[in-house]
T-cell receptor, first 114, second 111 residues
């Protein structure tokens, strides 16, 4: 079965520093989603990638999907305390059906020190 | 739009008790999902529904039941609560093959 591995599991950075979170799949990704979760809250949608080589940016967050569609990275530039939280990648199972069922990585806990 | 709402936010159950976790969405989404999130783990799909009257099992359905009588509501039923069901439960909804939007979660503790 398909699995998603996220790295690192946790990350502490100084405010203003850049950072990268990776999400690697054992199978080809048909749709890759990035979510952010704050403690005690639900998941907030960040970005979705579908095409090999695709890159999307929103404010200081950039997500990329590699050409082989098996790895995605999330890059934060000039991190701020508001970026702290758990980042989760989710992927469409690619069953070929219309169910949009997702599997998720185990998450990356990000702390940003002022 | 309220988006996806879940009630209750937090609940403590005794072993063997039953309860229903409520989920509602006002985005007219056909697809709805229930996930559980255990500490240090990603989300696992419990059940999902592609429309009113249609439900199907996800990865971890044992110990749970669902129903979908309307487009808006997708309740999750625990019949005989067990400590292994202590978790945070998230409901989500989406249009076909589109982004899933999540509710704030229900924290369940079974003692």
């Amino acid at each position: 079965s398909q699995e998603l591995e996220q790295s690192p599991q946790s990350l502490i950075v100084q405010e203003g520093k850049n950072l990268t979170i990776n999400c690697t799949s054992s199978k080809t990704l048909y749709g890759l989603y990035w979510y952010k979760q704050k403690y005690g809250e639900g998941l907030i949608f960040l970005m979705m990638l579908q095409k090999g080589g695709e890159e999307k940016s929103h404010e200081k967050i950039t997500a990329k999907l590699d050409e082989k569609k098996q790895q995605s990275s999330l890059h934060i530039t000039a991190s701020q305390p508001s970026h702290a939280g758990i980042y989760l990648c989710g992927a469409d199972r690619g069953d070929g059906g219309a169910t949009n069922k997702l599997i998720f990585g185990t998450g990356t806990l990000l702390a940003v020190q002022p | 739009n309220a988006g996806v709402t879940q009630t209750p936010k937090f609940r403590i159950l005794k072993i063997g008790q039953s309860m229903t976790l409520q989920c509602a969405q006002d985005m007219n989404h056909n697809y709805m999902y229930w996930y559980r999130q255990d500490p240090g783990m990603g989300l696992k799909l419990i059940y999902y529904s592609v429309g009113a009257g249609i439900t199907d099992k996800g990865e971890v359905p044992n110990g749970y039941n669902v129903s979908r009588s309307t487009t808006e509501d997708f309740p999750l039923r625990l019949e005989l609560a067990a400590p292994s069901q202590t978790s945070v439960y998230f409901c989500a909804s989406s249009s076909r093959a589109e982004t899933q939007y999540f509710g704030p979660g229900t924290r369940l503790l079974v003692l």
